[in-house]
């Protein structure tokens, strides 16, 4: 297995790790990414229910409440990525969250869920692959929010007849907007919290951490 030689964090919280990205996936890695997208499968359906009671309290305005909190259903895909740090990581993740929707919560979308799950992996794991798995500040976790929200939200569109309406820029704005927010950096403030406790630290993380603190 390719292991990762990090280099220490950069100025503005960027870390960087210098050798190709890993390719091997071991078992506690998928065994990891299982668990965080059945554990993120009912968070998500907590968070339909949560978006069902702003959308009433909105009044007018509700029809937003689903961009507004859209960030959350992209969560478990940065932390994934960011923890595992393999190629597929954050669509495998999302993909499973959306499977325990549809399957075991039985989500009224039914099975068009699995390819918004898709997308919202994809988006969000460009940013990393795109660096090779080398850079994990905020800025990737930023633009893997925002790409995350952004991608799927045309998809959204064409299936619900956004294209043409008059808020149409306005829902991209906030969907991207939230996709920054709740899905970029919380997932990137969750991982560096998770990490400092010591308990991801037989994962591609926690090896990046203790080498760059040994350097």
Known sequence: MTTSNPAPAAPGGTTTVTSSVPLRWQLKDIVLVVVLGVVF????WAVVIAWKGLSVAMGPAGDLAQHLLFGLWLIVAPVAAGIVRRPGAGILAELIAAIVEVVFLGSPV????????FLEGLGCELPFLITRFRSFGWGTY???GLLGGVL??????FRFGWY???I???RLAVQGASGVVLGGLLAKLLVDRLAKTGVLDNFAIGRDTLGARAR
């Open 41 to 44: 499968g009912f968070v998500y």
């Open 110 to 117: 039914g099975p068009l869920l699995l390819l918004s799950g």
């Open 142 to 144: 930023t633009f893997s």
């Open 152 to 157: 799927v939200f045309f998809w959204s569109a």
């Open 164 to 166: 043409g309406q008059n």
């Open 168 to 170: 149409f820029l306005l």
